[in-house]
């Protein structure tokens, strides 16, 4: 039988998954399944970390960071703080193309895909530029912290061939300051992938998921034989005890991985959602709870649940 999967971060990334695991049934490359799940997020405009509708950093500019990375060869691209691109993933995968200067950032990064003939548009939405609004507003009136979500979309896919690929993509930590760049375009933070082993993605608080190379220590236990989930367990768990022992506190830390086998593992410390499918299981939105002993319980999502995030996504701005 043919094997193939993809797995990636939150609800959000549901419709991408839809459409991959579509592409790979097709015998699609992994690199395009991975991209055009991405893709599927980054033009919807109501989710407000990812690409079309993204929210800015406190100066009202939607700054993106992405990076896409070919399990096969190892090759790998990213931007950070590019703007005016409808698809950041997608230049970050052209980049990995170039064995030179393939990590382009801010300035130089939408330069090169201006020039590359990439879709650019309008990134700040007027629903974004409204949450903006208030959030100053907010900020101004009660003096709170100004910082508030920064979830990531973190794709795997393995193709029927047996290769595998990686892609991230966000807007990164909502009224940030300009120039500032997370995890996600990071190797063995962010992402990484071996077609010979695995890969893993992650989501989060990208200034201590960063602390840490988790998503290459999650590949790296499973080429020495751990399960996906194991390996995410291993290596997320002890590593956010760690930083709260030495550093004084974490950021929400969710990863996912799959291995070149097409099983997969979660492992995070708050309330995650996640969308996998298989050649053997259909696409399906899971949640995930961290839970004793350092372990993860994963359970189906409930329908009231999808009801409310609906509602929540597309409630008005007031």
Known sequence: MTNWATIATWRMAHDGVLKASEM??????????????????????????????????????VEMDAAFMDGDTLAQ???????????????????????????????????????NGFEMRNMLTDRAKLRWQKRLKEIQEAQISPYDGHDTIGALTLAQSGSMAAATSTSGLFMKKAGRVGDSPLSGSGF???????????????????????????????????????????????????????YGKAGEFSLVALNKNG??????????????ATATSAPQILIAHPAENQTTRIEPITQEWLDAYEKRIKAPIK
């Open 24 to 61: 790979l049934k097709e015998n699609a490359s992994a690199g395009d399944a991975v991209e055009s799940l991405i893709n599927v997020v980054e033009e919807y405009p109501y989710y407000k970390s990812v690409g079309y509708g993204g929210l800015p950093n406190e100066e009202g500019v």
């Open 77 to 115: 691209g990213a931007v950070g703080g590019i703007r005016h691109v409808l698809h950041a993933v997608s230049v970050a995968r052209q980049l990995s193309h170039e064995h030179f200067n393939s990590f382009r950032v801010g300035e130089g990064a939408t330069k090169y895909a201006l020039v």
């Open 192 to 246: 990484y992938v071996d077609s010979e082993i695995g890969g893993a993605a992650a989501t989060g608080l990208g200034e201590d998921i960063m602390k840490g190379c988790i998503s290459y220590e999650i590949v790296r236990r499973m080429a020495e034989g751990e399960t996906p989930q194991d390996a995410c367990d291993h290596a997320v768990y002890p590593f956010v005890e760690k930083l709260k022992r030495r």
């Open 263 to 276: 099983e997969w593992g979660v492992a995070t410390n708050v309330e995650f959602t996640f969308s996998v």
